[in-house]
């Protein structure tokens, strides 16, 4: 009789690599035509906690109770646009066609770039480029370049910032203003989204290094009448004889773990401004006090404490909320058993 049986473990990352930066890379954006505002955020994975909130999810079992929700705390002090960059269509896909730094960068950004910055000479007119810009009408989008600031924070045992690209959404008019406005300037979680809305988080995995085919796709190991020498953890055969090699497909060994993943509509419970009011008795375990801005993000994020985490608008929500959530009371309680 012909049995059937799912293979073990998803296709669906293949091939598991190890991700090529610690610094997650977000290929698309969604669209947006509102006020002028980044899109994206960043900050450092501190750790989990709990609160209880006024269930307002509709026709939910519990609408309109309290319940109590994990939460992962996010602290995201403020970034520093760095430059801004504008794009152009192609045949061959989106094309710089702009590009402009700030004249006074912050020194520790010469920790990334690994050149100095002092003594630069200063660039052009920004006002005159700004009306060249506002003339063009082959331009697709705007972005900004960002910087973190972790030596604002002592969770993170670091000075040196991460740079990466944010789109800035809303009408190419009002978006090359708003770039060229907040070239150099600090902005805040709060500028950027607001609490009871849905995010998208992307960061990299906690690695886990070479694993062998039964932790790293979950294949079963093999007894005594399968294995008849010592080796059990291990799968039966690499495959048929023909076709003539080993297929892709087949559960091997290999690097598990440190992949980038995207999670898609986790919604933000809180944002706020000063740590202490959300930070255990003791500090976050293997992190310590908060001491910045942060946010509270409904449920559990890839990777591991101190890791970059970045957020971004929707890409695909599924549903929407009514105001920020109400909650009744979060846990400081202490994370290490006292």
């Given amino acids: 009789m012909k049995t059937h049986r799912p293979r073990r473990g ?6 598991r690599k190890r991700a090529k930066s610690e610094v997650p890379r977000i290929r698309s954006w969604p669209d947006y035509s509102g006020e002028p505002r980044l899109q994206g955020f960043a900050g450092y994975k501190a750790g989990m906690t709990h609160c209880i909130i006024v269930d307002d999810r509709p026709n939910s079992p519990t609408q ?15 970034v520093r646009v760095a430059g801004i960059r504008v794009y152009e ?3 061959y896909g989106l094309k710089i066609a702009y590009e402009r730094w700030s004249d006074n960068l912050n ?14 000479k200063p660039s052009s007119d920004p006002e005159k480029d700004l009306e060249e810009l506002r003339g063009r009408e082959d331009i697709a989008q705007v972005r900004a370049i960002i910087h973190t600031q972790p030596y604002l924070i ?30 150099g300037k600090e902005i805040r979680i709060g500028d950027v989204f607001e609490e009871g809305k849905l995010v998208d988080v992307v960061s990299v995995t906690k690695g886990k290094g070479f694993q062998g085919p039964v932790k790293r796709w979950g294949v079963i190991t093999l007894d005594a009448k399968h294995a008849r020498s010592s080796k059990h953890r291990r799968i039966g055969n690499l495959g048929p004889w023909n076709p003539h090699r080993v297929r892709w497909t087949v559960p091997q060994a290999g690097q598990m773990g440190y992949h980038q993943r995207t999670e898609y509509n986790k919604r933000i419970i809180s944002i706020g401004e000063n740590g ?3 930070t255990p008795k003791g500090g976050f375990l293997h992190y ?20 970059l985490i970045r957020l971004r608008d929707p890409m695909r929500p599924t549903r929407k909320f009514e105001g920020k959530p109400n909650m009744v009371y979060m846990s400081t309680a202490s994370k290490q058993g006292v």
């Fill in 10 to 15: 998803s296709l669906a990352f293949s091939p």
């Fill in 64 to 78: 309109g109770m309290e319940i109590s929700v994990p939460v992962t705390v996010i602290e995201t002090p403020p």
């Fill in 89 to 91: 269509r192609s045949v």
């Fill in 107 to 120: 020194p520790e950004i010469e920790r990334r770039t690994g050149c100095k910055i002092s003594g630069l």
């Fill in 154 to 183: 002592t969770g993170v045992p670091k000075k040196t910032p991460e740079i990466m690209e944010v789109k800035i959404g809303g009408d190419i008019s009002s978006v090359l203003d708003y770039a060229f406005e907040t070239l």
């Fill in 276 to 278: 202490s009011e959300i």
């Fill in 288 to 307: 310590g006090v908060v001491r910045s801005d942060y946010c509270l993000i409904h449920g559990s994020i890839p990777g591991p404490v101190k890791r």
